[in-house]
C-alpha cells in the first residue's frame, strides 16, 4: 500500500506567475483536499475534491484552483502568484467524506513553494 | 466561527519526562477532535481522534488525550518523553456544520533534552 505523495518537493517562482502542485493519493482513496501551511502557523484548508468534484472550500480567493482525475490523483493550481503564497501545500487523501472530517485523513510531506 | 488554540507555542523537556501540550476549541457542541505530529520534512501524522464515548482517548507511540467538555480542551500527553519524540503538534478540530473542513491549531514545538 502506498502511502500519500506530492511533487514536486520544491519549487520557486516569482509573483505573478502560475504552478501546478500535483498529489496522489494513498491506494484505495477517492478524496483528496488541500491545505496551505505558512510559516509557523498550522494548515488551513483550502478544498476537497470527491470524485472529481470540488466538495467543500476554505477562505482562499478564485485563483486557486483544483482537479482531481479518475483515478482519484490530484492537482492543486494557483493563478497570479502572490508574494504571500509562499507555503508549504499539504495534500490529504481518505476513503469517503463525511461531515466533520471524521473520516481519517493521511498526509502526504507537502510541497515547499517559495514566491518570490 | 470554530477555533482552535494551542496557547504553547514552544515546550521543552527532559528525556523521561512526561509531557502536557494544551489544546482548547471554540464550538458549541462536542466537536471531532484529533492531533497530529509533524516531523521535519514529513506530512502530518495522526495520533489520534476523539468523536464520542469514553473521553480518554489513546493513540499511537503511547500517546493519550483526554477530552474535557466543561473547558473545552483536548489536552494531549504522554507519562515518558523519548528524543524521537521532539517534533510540531497540531491540535484539529471538525465539526458536522462545517462540511469536510478541518481547524488546526497554530501547533507547539516540541524539544527533547537528553
Known amino acids: 500500500e502506498t502511502g500519500v505523495t506530492q511533487s514536486p518537493t520544491h519549487l520557486i517562482k516569482t509573483r505573478g506567475q502560475q504552478v501546478t502542485l500535483r498529489c496522489s493519493s494513498q491506494s484505495g482513496h477517492n478524496t483528496v483536499s488541500w491545505y496551505q501551511q505558512a510559516l509557523g502557523q498550522g494548515p488551513q484548508f483550502i478544498f476537497q475534491y470527491y470524485r472529481e468534484e470540488e466538495n467543500g472550500r476554505g477562505n482562499f480567493p478564485p485563483r486557486f484552483s483544483g482537479l482531481q482525475f479518475p483515478n482519484y490523483s490530484s492537482e492543486l493550481n494557483v493563478n497570479a502568484l502572490e508574494l504571500d503564497d509562499s507555503a508549504l501545500y499539504l495534500c490529504a487523501s481518505s476513503l469517503g467524506t463525511s461531515s466533520g472530517g471524521r473520516n481519517t485523513q493521511y498526509f502526504g510531506p507537502g510541497t515547499r513553494l517559495t514566491v518570490l | 466561527a470554530q477555533s482552535v488554540t494551542q496557547p504553547d507555542i514552544h515546550i521543552t523537556v527532559s528525556e523521561g519526562a512526561s509531557l502536557e501540550l494544551r489544546c482548547n476549541y471554540s464550538y458549541g457542541a462536542t466537536p471531532y477532535l484529533f492531533w497530529y505530529v509533524q516531523s521535519p520534512g514529513q506530512g502530518l501524522q495522526l495520533l489520534l481522534k476523539?468523536?464520542?464515548?469514553?473521553?480518554l482517548v489513546q493513540g499511537i507511540k503511547g500517546f493519550e488525550a483526554e477530552f474535557k467538555r466543561s473547558q473545552s480542551s483536548f489536552n494531549l500527553r504522554k507519562p515518558s518523553v523519548h528524543w524521537s519524540d521532539a517534533a510540531e503538534y497540531f491540535c484539529?478540530?471538525?465539526?458536522?456544520?462545517?462540511?469536510?473542513?478541518?481547524?488546526f491549531g497554530t501547533g507547539t514545538s516540541l524539544t527533547v533534552i537528553p
Open positions: 484539529a478540530v471538525g465539526t458536522p456544520n462545517t462540511g469536510n473542513q478541518f481547524y
Open positions: 476523539y468523536f464520542s464515548g469514553d473521553t
